[in-house]
């Protein structure tokens, strides 16, 4: 879905009256590779993340068709 805002600052709007720019597209395009990039700050006493990621289709708000889900555990250990 893509984000907007009313470009008078980057705060998020959702009201299709007031959304003059796209800030961030997040849709993913039929038969296209979309790379996205998630950083988040954790304690470095954190050696293992546990990771779930789900993917969905929402038609209209309260219709979300699963569409995969993946979980795996990962290290996250300075070399």
């Known amino acids: ?8 600052d980057k705060t998020m709007v959702y009201g299709p009256d007031i959304k003059l720019g796209i800030i961030r597209d ?3 395009q039929s038969f296209a590779s979309k790379e996205e990039l998630f950083e988040i700050k954790m304690p470095e006493t954190i050696k293992k993340v546990d990771i ?3 993917l ?3 038609l209209r708000p309260g219709d979300v068709y699963p569409i995969h889900r993946i979980v ?4 996250v250990e300075n070399p």
Request: glycine letters at 0%.
């Open 56 to 58: 969905s289709y929402q």
């Open 72 to 75: 795996k555990q990962i290290s």
């Open 26 to 28: 997040t849709s993913i």
């Open 1 to 8: 879905m893509p984000q907007s805002t009313a470009s008078l």
């Open 52 to 54: 779930e990621i789900n």
